[in-house]
């Protein structure tokens, strides 16, 4: 994927959220430039994993098999299990109209998505066992205040304002329908490299193309601006 794409994929991001009503706080909006100018600031990012992040699930193919992700805030996967502490975290995930994301799974982490507006947001759902092996046997989860099972594969489609907890060993996937979804993420606290599990796994994310220079911040760009900041 080249830079410029991933700019014009966060402005559509930016514009989706503000036609919601859900407003991104002011670090959404720095461009690499910016950010460089706020050391503290990107350790603190770079600790939680914060900012924006364009998956492609399959190389080529965003606009069919994507995701344009903004996370909000993130505690420490190392606090799981204890008392206190940023237990939790909190994540934007906006779905352009039956864009995809594939069928995963969490060993750790439990999950509210919320359709915080635009279209239907359909998650279907299947049980796996501890290695991550597909059950045929009807999933539970629930919906805002209501218990649902469904089949294996079944679904469950969320209107704006609806919600739906997914426990550990629900595998999901899920996708927009009738226009781009703004759909939130409430969870637990977790470590996205290493309890996001596809079924089947997916290639490691591609290197960014830098055709243009960068108008937005990218989470994995943060790294790379900490070490220049310390030069």
């Given at each position: 994927?080249?830079?410029?794409?991933?700019?014009?994929?966060?402005?559509?991001?930016r514009e989706a959220c503000g036609r919601n009503g859900f407003l991104l706080p002011p670090f959404a909006r720095w461009s690499p430039q910016e950010a460089l100018a706020?050391?503290?600031?990107?350790?603190?990012?770079?600790?939680?994993?914060?900012?924006?992040?364009?998956?492609?699930?399959?190389?080529?193919?965003?606009?069919?098999?994507?995701?344009?992700?903004?996370?909000?805030?993130?505690?420490?996967?190392?606090?799981?299990?204890?008392?206190?502490?940023?237990?939790?975290?909190?994540?934007?995930?906006?779905?352009?109209?039956?864009?995809?994301?594939?069928?995963?799974?969490?060993?750790?982490?439990?999950?509210?998505?919320?359709?915080?507006?635009?279209?239907?947001?359909?998650?279907?759902?299947?049980?796996?066992?501890?290695?991550?092996?597909?059950?045929?046997?009807?999933?539970?989860?629930?919906?805002?205040?209501?218990?649902?099972?469904?089949?294996?594969?079944?679904?469950?489609?969320?209107?704006?304002?609806?919600?739906?907890?997914?426990?550990?060993?629900?595998?999901?996937?899920?996708?927009?329908?009738?226009?781009?979804?703004?759909?939130?993420?409430?969870?637990?606290?977790?470590?996205?490299?290493?309890?996001?599990?596809?079924?089947?796994?997916?290639?490691?994310?591609?290197?960014?193309?830098?055709?243009?220079?960068?108008?937005?911040?990218?989470?994995?760009?943060?790294?790379?601006?900490?070490?220049?900041?310390?030069?």
């Amino acid at each position: 994927m080249r830079r410029s794409e991933t700019d014009r994929i966060i402005d559509e991001a930016r514009e989706a959220c503000g036609r919601n009503g859900f407003l991104l706080p002011p670090f959404a909006r720095w461009s690499p430039q910016e950010a460089l100018a706020q050391p503290d600031a990107l350790r603190l990012m770079a600790e939680g994993g914060l900012g924006w992040a364009i998956a492609e699930f399959q190389p080529g193919r965003f606009p069919t098999h994507g995701l344009t992700v903004f996370t909000l805030r993130m505690g420490a996967p190392a606090l799981v299990g204890r008392a206190s502490g940023k237990l939790y975290g909190e994540k934007v995930l906006v779905a352009r109209d039956a864009q995809v994301t594939p069928l995963h799974y969490h060993a750790v982490k439990t999950e509210d998505i919320v359709n915080r507006g635009g279209g239907r947001f359909v998650v279907v759902l299947r049980a796996v066992d501890a290695h991550g092996r597909p059950k045929d046997e009807p999933v539970e989860a629930i919906k805002d205040v209501a218990v649902v099972r469904v089949p294996p594969r079944g679904r469950v489609v969320l209107e704006p304002g609806e919600s739906l907890q997914l426990d550990p060993f629900v595998a999901h996937a899920f996708w927009a329908e009738g226009g781009t979804v703004v759909a939130g993420e409430v969870s637990l606290v977790n470590d996205d490299a290493t309890d996001n599990l596809f079924i089947p796994p997916l290639p490691a994310a591609a290197a960014i193309e830098e055709d243009a220079p960068a108008r937005h911040l990218l989470a994995r760009d943060v790294p790379a601006l900490i070490r220049k900041a310390a030069a």
